[in-house]
């Protein structure tokens, strides 16, 4: 029988390079796979539906939040983001390490219900650094860059509550800054299967063999 795959969430401010991390992580390191979210908001350029997200309306959102469908869900700058208890089942059901890229108030929903879950929080280096992604970004308004703004003086005074802090530096200053921050979310991972509760069965066979 497989070994159940773990579960690592990784979340933070809107413009602190999240997306750009997991995709990284996933070029480098295809051991691990992705779960993909649901969301009521529009694509951005270059997404693409069932690859970025599952992009639903309004209405089939409510059908699946009346439906019990989500392992967590959360209204995130004027739209919902969601994620399927069947996606992240059939993962970790498989034995494959799975990655979850979703907002603050998802990621501390999911650790709240399972123990097992590694939280990981990705931070800027300053607020002048967010404010310069975000506007970098091209595709949110004057109104969406002031409500994520806003909102991240609340979202980071939630990381204490998570298990890792990766901070993802400027570019402009240290060049390989997008290698190091998908780097050090694989030593997690890396640890995590390393850790005694992964090593058990080996072990007790080993013991065993050991004892005659």
Known sequence: MAKRGRLFVISGPAGAGKSEIVKKLLRKHPDVKLSVSCTTRAPRPGEVDGVSYHFVTEARFEELIAENAFYEWAHVHQNRYGTLKSVVKQELDAGHDLVLEIDVQGCLQAMAQDPSVTGIFVCPPSRENLEKRLRDRGTETEESIRVRLNNVAGEVAQAYKYHYIIIHNDWSEVPDALDIAADEV?????????????RRDFLDHLSATLRG
């Open 186 to 198: 694989y030593a997690i991972i890396t640890a995590r299967r390393l850790e005694l509760d992964s």
